[in-house]
């Protein structure tokens, strides 16, 4: 054993991962389990997404440093790819590694083109632990210790309309998840939606709307906001977007993007080979594969079932949440030790809070894994002693 320890701000899961394939990873012993937690969603394309996996080794043999300020044909590639899947009027994009960095671009972008100090964001949103992300993250469990922040938030309920006539003229941007995910797996509402991004044009501010998680397919369209017909002036994405290798990206308007400095932002390794050649592979998987439709397809299915299984258990099931392959199941009770059951019996998933289980499958599932996910929810939910006592 190494005898160096890790810095661990989050409780090990107790298994030793050996191998992993599509939706499915083994431990050292052989064990077999559903994976439903793809590292916190990024490996929503499958481990090992073979176009991720073969671009990754063409890059291999070629060069693995390089900035993009030099031209190559990977860039060129990956480019093109995201050309196809964008919206249209999103025309610039900047590659870095991890969501919150994204976030904190699209930050710094709003304040600087809008001349403005303040944001706003939501109840319930999670944007990322950076600093400046963690300002407009809501969760005070995230933000305790770490004032003063960056920059002032307006924090308004998520799905009140009502609320957003409390976005002022003095707002650089609106921070939006189009679904919450690290809440609960939030769906917004059409209206509210809607009213967020009139609110915006009628006070200046910019909208930002985070794709990290809901994006590039999970919920069945491409991108989640445009189920809702806006535009946004800035969108961010990462996790799952390169199957799983870490890479985010910030794609603006032509507004936006044409008024960059030189020497406002950069990244040592933002838009790195391996990256770009992972982020093409993955638009491939998502357009050969038709991703959306699959997800949003296996997403009913496994959702209907859910709300099945929540009727034959109310006594301890709250609540199910669920759009596309983003899913909550609300408990009335602590939802850890169902997640340590669960796992016992090969079943992987996560946790929102302290009482919701949520589930962020691959697209890859099929109908006897979701067969499998139901009845090991029903076997585990079942030991609750008269089905909602405390364990």
Not at 14 to 21: K, L, N, R, T
Not at 126 to 131: A, L, V
Not at 201 to 226: C, K, N, P
Request: glycine fraction near 10%; proline fraction near 5%.
């Amino acid at each position: 054993m190494p005898n160096l320890s890790l810095l661990r701000f989050s409780a090990p899961r107790g298994i030793s991962v050996a191998s992993a394939e599509g939706q499915y990873i083994w431990d050292e012993s052989g064990r077999r389990y559903l994976d439903l937690h793809t590292g916190h969603g990024a490996a929503f394309l499958g481990h090992r997404n073979p176009y991720v996996v073969k671009r990754l080794m063409d890059q291999l043999e070629r060069f693995t440093c390089l900035p993009p300020i030099f031209g190559s044909e990977v860039l060129n590639e990956v480019l093109e790819a995201l050309g196809q899947i964008l919206p249209k009027h999103l025309t610039n994009v900047f590659f870095l590694n991890s969501g919150s960095e994204a976030v904190e671009l699209a930050l710094k972008l709003a304040r600087k083109r809008s001349g403005r100090k303040s944001f706003a964001s939501f109840t319930g949103a999670f944007h990322g632990r950076t600093m400046a992300a963690l300002s407009v993250t809501h969760n005070p469990r995230y933000r305790a210790g770490f004032d003063p922040l960056p920059g002032e938030t307006l924090f308004i309920p998520y799905n009140d309309t009502q609320q957003l006539s409390r976005i002022g003229d003095g707002v650089a941007a609106v921070v939006l998840e189009p679904v919450q995910g690290e809440a609960g797996v939030y769906p917004a509402l059409d209206e509210f939606v809607k009213g967020v991004a009139e609110r915006c044009s009628e006070v200046g501010a910019y909208l930002i709307v985070d794709e990290v998680q809901a994006g590039f397919g999970r919920t069945g369209t491409v991108w989640s906001h445009m189920e809702y017909g806006v535009k946004p002036d800035i969108m961010v994405a990462g996790k799952s977007i390169a199957g799983g290798f870490p890479v985010s990206f910030v794609a603006t308007t032509s507004e936006i993007g044409e008024g960059v400095e030189e020497g406002e932002h950069g990244s040592t390794h933002g838009g790195n080979p391996l990256a770009l050649a992972a982020l093409t592979g993955g638009v491939e998987a998502l357009l050969k594969e038709n991703v959306p439709e699959r997800a949003g397809h296996m997403g009913e299915l496994l959702g209907s079932q859910l709300v099945e299984l929540a009727r034959e258990h109310r006594r301890l099931v709250r609540d199910v949440r669920a759009k596309g392959l983003m899913l909550a199941l609300e408990l009335r009770e602590r939802v850890s030790p169902y997640i340590t059951m669960l796992q016992e019996e090969g079943l992987l998933a996560l946790r929102s809070g302290a009482t919701t289980l949520r589930m962020l499958p691959p697209y890859l599932i099929t109908q006897d894994d979701v067969a499998n996910c139901v009845s090991t929810l029903t076997k585990v939910l079942s030991r609750s002693r008269n089905d909602g006592g405390r364990l």
